[in-house]
């Protein structure tokens, strides 16, 4: 029987880690098979037997999605610093009746950024917009890339503010509110963190933010031209992306974890990728 892996959340029928984990096993000629798990809501418990029934019948590992990453790292027995970090799982492996835990989010979003996009953090200051979990992930591999300078900002300043301080970046990070980046200048990177361009919304960002030459990057994917990049290229930044990118080069991570081989990535965000305009 081919190696058995999933993807698990609530919902899950827009889900492409199928068809992206599809075309990497193809491409590298791995024997696996890769199915979509609409996981229970209720009660919170009945995660853990799905996940356990999954893995007892011959599964290797499983990607997971909202609304279950927290649930999914809690109930693993050994878990990354990433993940600890992010106090989330996006990925997890079943091997020798353990549940191990991982958080791609972070350094697929770096991968896209750095090695697709060819803009290098080392040196660079970068405003991070939201504290919620996808800026946990973000935050370890994007310290670890070398910026200058890293500004979380938040509606909750103080949500901001107490992640800064449960991570040892030497002074290179600051937190705060939407009002104080009036007078913080340009950055080179701008990523929308926050889930507010999943209802249409804006965060309250001042345009003075934008460098024209630097990037504006949406985590959002497929949802075109989002008011945050749209702010963006007003601002006169050339260079805006959305996620799709970093879904791809997260799913590769998880794929390399689990398989030992790095499948290519840029096919695959040909094939998903919605223009933006
Ligand atoms: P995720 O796991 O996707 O990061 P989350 O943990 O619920 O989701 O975090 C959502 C983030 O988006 C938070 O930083 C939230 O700001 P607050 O902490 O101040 O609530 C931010 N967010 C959500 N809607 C927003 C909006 N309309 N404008 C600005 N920020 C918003």
Redesign the pocket.
């Known amino acids: 029987m081919a190696d058995q892996y999933a993807v698990i959340g609530n919902p899950i029928g827009h889900t492409k880690s199928p068809l992206i984990h599809g075309l990497f096993a193809e491409e590298t000629q791995q024997d696996m098979a890769y199915i979509a798990v609409e996981g229970p809501r209720d009660p919170e418990d009945a995660f853990a037997s799905v996940v356990h029934a999954f893995a007892a019948s011959g599964g290797k590992g499983m990607n997971v999605t909202a609304p279950f990453k927290l649930q999914a790292y809690l109930l693993a027995d050994e878990r990354s610093e990433r993940a600890a970090l992010a106090g989330a799982a996006n990925a997890l492996m079943f091997r020798d009746g353990r549940i191990f835990a991982e958080n791609f989010d972070g350094i697929g979003l770096l991968r896209d950024i750095e090695v697709n996009l060819e803009q290098p953090l080392r040196g660079k200051r970068v405003l991070i917009l939201?504290?919620?979990?996808?800026?946990r992930g973000a935050l370890l591999p994007f310290i670890a890339a070398g910026p200058s300078h890293v500004v979380l900002a938040?509606?909750?300043a103080n949500?901001a503010r107490s992640l800064v301080e449960k991570v040892d970046a030497r002074g290179m990070l600051s937190a705060g509110g939407y009002a104080e980046l009036e007078t913080m200048g340009r950055f080179d990177l701008v990523v929308n963190?926050?889930?507010?361009s999943l209802?249409g919304?804006l965060?309250p960002v001042p345009p003075s933010v934008f460098s024209p030459d630097g990037v504006a990057y949406e985590l959002a994917y497929g949802k075109r031209l989002t008011p945050f990049l749209r702010l963006a290229r007003n601002a006169g930044v050339r260079n805006i992306a959305d996620g799709v990118g970093m879904l791809v080069e997260q799913a590769a991570e998880a794929f390399f974890w689990w398989r030992g081989v790095r499948p290519g990535t840029r096919d695959v965000i040909d094939k998903l990728t919605v223009p933006l305009e």
């Open positions: 939201g504290a919620g979990g996808a800026v938040n509606r909750d949500k963190a926050t889930s507010a209802t919304d965060p």
